[in-house]
């Protein structure tokens, strides 16, 4: 398993912008799946973006297409959640999750790896 730390969250006003971080330990973050989750009050936790460092393929969820982008720097062994133009129905926890192989993108019970969250509030 790999240890993941995130950050970056906080309170926003809607159309607004954040960056979350997370950052891997680990001498093979080149080779693995990232995931971000997001886990509002009351709901389950849903799949926002994903990508694979080792080919570069990235994946997003229908909701945040356009306005999200993931992304990882193998240097720094961190990813990266760049989101646009939050809306109030996003406020949520923000996990990052790792993996060094997922099937399916999309399911968090494919990652073995979870960061503890970072909260992201967007005011209306």
């Known amino acids: 398993q790999v240890r993941l730390v995130e950050s970056g969250g906080g309170l926003v006003q809607a159309g607004e912008s954040l960056r979350l971080s997370c950052l891997a330990s680990?001498?093979?973050?080149?080779?693995?799946?990232m995931g971000w989750f997001r886990q509002a009050p009351g709901k389950e936790r849903e799949f926002v973006a994903a990508?694979?460092?080792?080919?570069?393929?990235?994946y997003y969820a229908d909701s945040v297409k356009g306005r999200f982008t993931i992304s990882g720097d193998n240097a720094e062994n961190t990813a990266y959640l760049q989101m646009n133009i939050l809306k109030p129905e996003e406020t949520a926890v923000y996990y990052c999750a790792a993996s060094g192989y997922v099937r399916t993108v999309t399911q968090r019970g494919e990652y073995a790896s979870w960061g503890q969250g970072t909260q992201v509030t967007v005011s209306s």
């Open positions: 680990g001498r093979t973050f080149s080779n693995y799946v």
């Open positions: 990508i694979s460092l080792g080919y570069g393929n990235t």
